[in-house]
């Protein structure tokens, strides 16, 4: 492990797990990020074209189980954009704004915390400016309905900007939509992330307005990519990577340990708390292997303070098997024990 301030490590690794039942009236968005705690996205359902098309549904009694679990909060991977007027106003299909709201708060009655994000947002990112009113738009009607909420909801912008937007054309977008975002929650805590997916290694091109300390940035770990994503049948070529394996080797330990270093100086140079908003192996890899390091990516993630939500409840990648009506015990043990 790279040396660094002892003292910051500990009082980070203190606070990295949120305590029960707390309160989120605190302006600190350490302090909140510590009460995020540990959760698990809700991937699946509202980020596909239509709940249910991906094979996943929310249903209310998850959330007891999130909550009985030992999770924290959970992110809500929402695709608004499959609902939303294609020219102005582009206003959001009342139905499913009701649905959002529903979903919010079936996790607040279980005691959950929850982060509300834009999810695959897909034709921004070949084209940001022809749909940045359009975006600005979705994110006014999504700040102004969700403003009289408790500290305990979290916006998240925009998942994984990647392709066009990106550089200073996502700066220049993120910028925007914060300010938007700041006239009707002018305290909410907002999670921002960086270009390329959300890369651990692109946190230095985020450009963050210095006096709004309310805000949490993220980055999403997948790493190696050809483990975790192996037999993925949206990534090319992935069906060849089918049986490679995570022995926890010392150079396998030693990759993961560099890059979450990176990452927490990263966040000690800039004093902003960190959320891992996305980390999972998917299925068709062993499940021992999955465990291990789904466990070894959670444990290095809490020992620098960074919050983080699995990827995810119910599906491909799930914690949960809803079929069964059951937990995957070694993932969920690799997650919370």
Same mark, same amino acid.
């Given at each position: 492990?790279?040396?660094?301030?002892?003292?910051?490590?500990?009082?980070?690794?203190?606070?990295?797990?949120?305590?029960?039942?707390?309160?989120?009236?605190?302006?600190?968005?350490?302090?909140?990020?510590?009460?995020?705690?540990?959760?698990?996205?809700?991937?699946?359902?509202?980020?596909?074209?239509?709940?249910?098309? @991906?094979?996943?549904?929310?249903?209310?009694?998850?959330?007891?189980?999130?909550?009985?679990?030992?999770?924290?909060?959970?992110?809500?991977?929402?695709?608004?954009?499959?609902?939303?007027?294609?020219?102005?106003?582009?206003?959001?299909?009342?139905?499913?704004? +009701?649905?959002?709201?529903?979903?919010?708060?079936?996790?607040?009655? +279980?005691?959950?915390?929850?982060?509300?994000?834009?999810?695959?947002?897909?034709?921004?990112?070949?084209?940001?400016?022809?749909?940045?009113?359009?975006?600005?738009?979705?994110?006014?009607?999504? +700040?102004?309905?969700?403003?009289?909420?408790?500290?305990?909801?979290?916006?998240?912008?925009?998942?994984?900007?990647?392709d066009k937007l990106s550089g200073p054309v996502w700066n220049?977008?993120?910028?925007?939509?914060?300010?938007?975002?700041?006239?009707?929650?002018?305290?909410?805590?907002?999670?921002?992330?960086?270009?390329?997916?959300?890369?651990?290694?692109?946190?230095?091109?985020?450009?963050?307005?210095?006096?709004?300390?309310?805000?949490?940035?993220?980055?999403?770990?997948?790493?190696?990519?050809?483990?975790?994503?192996?037999?993925?049948?949206?990534?090319?070529?992935?069906?060849?990577?089918?049986?490679?394996?995570?022995?926890?080797?010392?150079?396998?330990?030693?990759?993961?340990?560099?890059?979450?270093?990176?990452?927490?100086?990263?966040?000690?140079?800039?004093?902003?708390?960190?959320?891992?908003?996305?980390?999972?192996?998917?299925?068709?890899?062993?499940? +021992?292997?999955?465990?291990? @390091?789904?466990?070894?990516?959670?444990?290095?993630?809490?020992?620098?303070?960074?919050?983080?939500?699995?990827?995810?409840?119910?599906?491909?990648?799930?914690?949960?098997?809803?079929?069964?009506?059951?937990?995957?015990?070694?993932?969920?043990?690799?997650?919370?024990?």
């Open positions: 492990m790279r040396p660094f301030n002892i003292a910051f490590v500990i009082l980070l690794s203190c606070a990295s797990i949120a305590s029960a039942g707390e309160p989120f009236d605190s302006p600190n968005a350490l302090e909140v990020n510590r009460r995020l705690g540990r959760g698990v996205n809700l991937g699946n359902a509202l980020d596909a074209p239509n709940e249910g098309e @991906w094979g996943f549904s929310i249903k209310p009694e998850y959330f007891a189980l999130i909550k009985q679990a030992g999770f924290n909060h959970v992110r809500i991977p929402i695709r608004w954009s499959a609902h939303i007027e294609a020219k102005a106003p582009y206003k959001i299909e009342p139905s499913f704004l +009701a649905r959002v709201d529903e979903v919010v708060r079936q996790a607040r009655s +279980a005691d959950l915390a929850v982060v509300i994000n834009v999810h695959h947002y897909e034709e921004i990112f070949g084209q940001p400016l022809v749909h940045r009113p359009r975006f600005l738009a979705l994110w006014r009607q999504i +700040a102004e309905h969700f403003a009289d909420q408790p500290e305990s909801v979290c916006f998240e912008l925009l998942n994984e900007p990647h220049g977008l993120l910028g925007e939509t914060l300010e938007l975002v700041r006239k009707s929650n002018p305290t909410r805590i907002v999670i921002v992330g960086p270009d390329q997916w959300n890369g651990y290694n692109k946190l230095g091109t985020l450009n963050l307005p210095e006096s709004d300390r309310r805000l949490i940035v993220t980055f999403h770990y997948y790493l190696p990519f050809e483990f975790t994503h192996q037999g993925a049948e949206w990534a090319k070529g992935a069906d060849k990577w089918v049986g490679r394996s995570w022995p926890r080797s010392a150079d396998e330990e030693k990759e993961v340990v560099a890059h979450f270093d990176s990452v927490a100086a990263w966040a000690k140079q800039h004093n902003r708390p960190i959320y891992l908003g996305e980390f999972g192996v998917y299925q068709k890899a062993n499940m +021992a292997d999955r465990a291990r @390091w789904t466990k070894f990516v959670r444990e290095h993630a809490e020992a620098r303070g960074f919050s983080f939500a699995y990827w995810e409840f119910g599906s491909g990648f799930g914690v949960y098997d809803p079929n069964k009506g059951a937990w995957r015990k070694e993932l969920r043990s690799g997650l919370v024990e």
